[in-house]
């Protein structure tokens, strides 16, 4: 009968977080944006047609 469990996975292996790869590697800058940055790209993203709202609940 199925348990519906995992099987036959083995123990996880330690993996260093030195390095990143991958499709969505170094999507976010390294760090925070300074607010002359963060401007102009709600003046670029509303030139392109993009409204530009806040989140709710912040």
């Known amino acids: 009968m199925d348990n519906r469990k995992f099987w ?3 123990d996880a ?3 260093p977080a030195d390095s ?3 499709r969505f590697a ?3 800058p390294p760090k925070p944006v300074d607010e ?3 401007q102009m790209g709600k ?3 509303e030139a392109m047609g993009v409204k530009v709202m806040p989140l709710k609940g912040r």
Do not use: I, P, W
């Open 8 to 10: 036959n996975l083995g």
């Open 13 to 15: 292996e330690d993996m």
């Open 20 to 22: 990143f790869s991958g």
């Open 26 to 28: 170094n999507l976010l």
């Open 36 to 38: 002359k940055t963060r």
């Open 43 to 45: 003046v670029l993203l």
